[in-house]
């Protein structure tokens, strides 16, 4: 059945917020995804089926064409870049911002900065447009430790309300992207499936609105 979609889904907040716009447009999955450890599951419509998956790890299955179509962060798909990709709709859902941040009245040393992130191509851009000579470090958690034990000078990191910051002496200091949820789509799998996947996008794009 190659008319079949598959749509991959990002693990946590962003599934739970995903599900509510998915129901409205009429795709809901068959059972109680959040109660069972499967990672792949049938939905009320026969021909789409729905892939629950790491976000980092979303853009990759939508690239290579493993799924049709995905929902991830902007993060997300800043750090992965774009080939292959549609990003066909802004879901207004967990939103968020891409920032650098730094110790409460730090100044950055002269010469080379040294950046902590798990966004590291994020962050090479970001020094590259600023004229910024950065050595960056890859860290997958709990950033804000980086500069307190002296092992970075900045971090580029996702800020919600800035609270984990301000607990570790630490302030938000430059905007890199506003970041919410994005529907995407596979390029060939566009031209293959167009009537169903456009059909889905733009049941999805109402229940946006409708929200």
């Known amino acids: 059945m190659d008319q079949q979609v598959i749509i991959a889904l990002t693990k946590g907040r962003i ?8 129901a ?41 064409g493993a799924a049709d179509m995905g929902v991830s962060g902007k993060d997300m798909l800043l750090e992965a870049g774009g080939a292959d990709l549609y990003e066909s709709l802004d879901l207004n859902i967990s939103k968020c911002r891409l920032m650098t941040a730094g110790l ?15 966004f590291t191509n994020v962050a090479k851009r970001y020094c590259a447009e600023k004229g910024i000579q950065a050595d960056i470090i890859k860290l997958y958690g709990a950033m804000e430790l980086a500069p307190l034990m002296d092992l970075a000078d900045m971090i580029v ?13 630490m302030e938000p200091q430059d905007l ?4 919410s949820s994005r529907l995407v789509v596979n390029r060939a799998a566009m031209k293959r499936k ?4 456009s059909q889905i996008i733009e049941q999805l794009r109402a229940a946006v609105e409708a929200a």
């Open 15 to 22: 599934l739970k917020e995903t599900l509510p716009l998915l």
């Open 24 to 64: 409205a447009a009429g795709i809901e999955p068959i059972e109680d995804i959040s109660k069972s450890r499967k990672l792949i599951f049938d939905t009320n419509q026969a021909d789409i089926r729905l892939l629950v998956i790491r976000g980092s790890d979303v853009p990759t299955y939508v690239q290579h």
């Open 104 to 118: 409460v009245g730090k100044a950055l040393p002269q010469g080379r900065v040294r950046i902590a992130t798990k």
């Open 157 to 169: 990191d996702i800020v919600d309300t800035g609270n984990t910051l301000k607990a570790n002496g």
């Open 176 to 179: 890199i992207a506003d970041i």
């Open 194 to 197: 167009h009537q169903r996947i």
